[in-house]
Nanobody, 115 residues
Framework: QVQLVESGGGLVQPGGSLRLSCAVS????????MGWYRQAPGKQRELVAS???????NYVDPVKGRFTMSRDNAKKAVYLQMNRLKPEDTAVYYC?????????WGQGTQVTVSS
């Protein structure tokens, strides 16, 4: 059974940076595209960034130029470097398979951007 453990969130002021990590176990990580998703209070979970098996990345417009997703196949991990954070980036962040997420989600990591 797949296990997803997200970490690295926290409280940060606008303009600050955070680096999220996601450890994946229980599945053949290397064959999957992966994504970072987020869910803000009262909103649906949405895709933020994705990465292919070979490392190609895509980002939704609101985070382009600010977020960078990467993966380490040896460590079975994905990362999200978030710079120039804005209050609207406040959400719980999750990782999962992309384009079709795994059947279950990890606990997520809370990112709060506030002064």
């Amino acid at each position: 059974q797949v296990q997803l453990v997200e970490s690295g969130g926290g409280l940060v002021q606008p303009g600050g940076s955070l680096r999220l990590s996601c450890a994946v176990s229980g599945t053949l990580f290397v064959i999957y595209g992966m994504g970072w998703y987020r869910q803000a209070p009262g909103k649906q979970r949405e895709l933020v960034a994705s990465i292919t098996t070979s490392g190609g990345t895509n980002y939704v417009d609101p985070v382009k130029g600010r977020f960078t997703m990467s993966r380490d196949n040896a460590k079975k991990a994905v990362y999200l470097q978030m710079n120039r954070l804005k209050p609207e980036d406040t959400a719980v962040y999750y990782c999962s398979k992309y384009p079709v997420p795994f059947g279950s989600w990890g606990q997520g990591t809370q990112v709060t951007v506030s002064s």
